[in-house]
């Protein structure tokens, strides 16, 4: 039925081993998708050639540089003018690569009082990155020489951390609700309560103008940025 399978399988491509991916990320051009594996490493596939690999090769290429030692717990790609995406891992390194040059520009060691890093998001203009932790979010300042902290949002249960489009609202999960933050002043926006279990994910709009989330129901619910109207509510069983 069309309507309940919208897209059509053109090809399944699988990693040495069958190793299973764990998180995928678009590089903003759409030429190359990002590929975290169970086993921590990342591995790179490449999109814009996808009608002339054949199913039964290994198109998935490890990536040359150094990698984490530990599990990686998460990852972002930059949607501004910066080539780079960064990941973060248990073994308390964030690492920024260049996707063009395929070279790591920077690292960065957190402080073992901060815990395991839990969510990554690097915002459009490629100067500033936040990384949620158990019980807060720090926001750094990206230099040429490293990392230099900016704020720490003191929340709990953030597992979940994303800028907008623009850039100028920091988004942040706690648990059921998303806190809306000032980027650059880190003060407090609004908050959205809709869900009645936990928020898995959300997303903004293309224009920013509204905010889309989903919850380990099923239920999405969309609202506009200033929280002064919802979206129509959307409910789905995923099993």
């Known amino acids: 039925d069309v309507q309940d ?4 399988l053109i090809k399944v491509f699988r990693t040495a081993n069958r190793q299973d991916v764990t998180s995928l990320a678009v590089s903003p051009g759409g030429e190359t998708v990002l590929c975290r594996v169970k086993s921590g490493n990342l591995l ?3 999109l814009s050639n996808i009608d002339l690999l054949v199913e039964s090769d290994d198109a998935f290429s490890k990536f040359p540089f150094s990698q984490h030692t530990g599990s990686i717990t998460a990852m972002d790609v930059c949607c501004g003018p910066r080539p780079i995406f960064v990941t973060c891992g248990r073994d308390k390194l964030v690492r ?3 996707y063009d040059t395929m070279q790591a520009e920077l690292e960065y060691v957190i ?3 901060c815990g395991d890093p839990v969510s990554v998001t690097l915002h459009p203009g490629g100067g500033l990155m936040a990384i949620a932790f158990k019980d807060q979010v720090r926001v750094y300042d990206v230099l040429l020489g490293g990392l230099r902290e900016k704020g720490v949002i003191f929340l709990k249960h953030c597992h979940c951390v994303r800028f907008s489009h623009g850039g100028q609202v920091l988004a942040c999960t706690s648990n059921i609700v998303v ?3 000032h980027t650059f002043t880190a003060s407090f926006l609004c908050s959205f309560t809709e869900h009645i279990g936990q928020v898995k994910d959300f997303v903004f709009s293309k224009g920013d103008s509204a905010l889309l989330s989903v919850g380990v129901d099923g239920a999405v619910y969309g609202r506009t940025l200033d929280g002064s109207r919802a979206l129509e509510s959307l409910s789905a069983n995923f099993e």
Do not use: D, G, Q
């Open 5 to 8: 399978e919208p897209y059509m």
């Open 44 to 46: 790179s596939f490449p």
């Open 96 to 98: 920024f690569v260049n």
């Open 111 to 113: 402080p073992p009082t």
């Open 179 to 181: 806190n809306l933050y």
